[in-house]
């Protein structure tokens, strides 16, 4: 579990949409705050991440401030928990602005390693 605080190199952004769409192929992992798409890229370099929120979650503030809280929550805590060589998209859904930061760090740290709130692996 990370403690914390950004460990070794951060993960690499995704921007481009044939990065977004290969990843969407991948694995899913739901939860109750966001969907995880996870994709192997069979290499051994930096994870990468992306963000999506949809225009259903509600207008631009609403998407943006779900988008800024998912961010900050790989920054701090979740980032040490990607492995290198894959891809992680994180669907975010309007739950994220009611979730304590403390839940949604714990959620994400739990989803990336793969593991269901039992400790089993998912």
Do not use: W
Not at 44 to 57: H, I, L
Not at 71 to 98: F, N, P, S, T
Not at 100 to 105: G, I, Q, S, T, V
């Amino acid at each position: 579990m990370s403690s914390g605080a950004p460990s070794g190199r951060p993960p690499l952004r995704l921007k481009k949409r044939a990065d977004f769409l290969a990843a969407q192929r991948g694995e899913k992992r739901r939860g109750r705050l966001f969907l995880l798409e996870v994709r192997d890229r069979g290499d051994a370099e930096a994870p990468r991440v992306g963000f999506t929120v949809t225009k259903k979650t509600g207008n631009s503030v609403v998407r943006n401030r779900v988008r800024r809280r998912l961010k900050e929550a790989v920054r701090v805590h979740a980032a040490g928990d990607m492995a290198a060589g894959k891809d992680y998209v994180i669907v975010g859904r309007r739950e994220v602005l009611a979730a304590p930061f403390e839940a949604l760090k714990a959620e994400l740290s739990r989803r990336i390693r793969g593991t269901a709130p039992d400790g089993k692996q998912s």
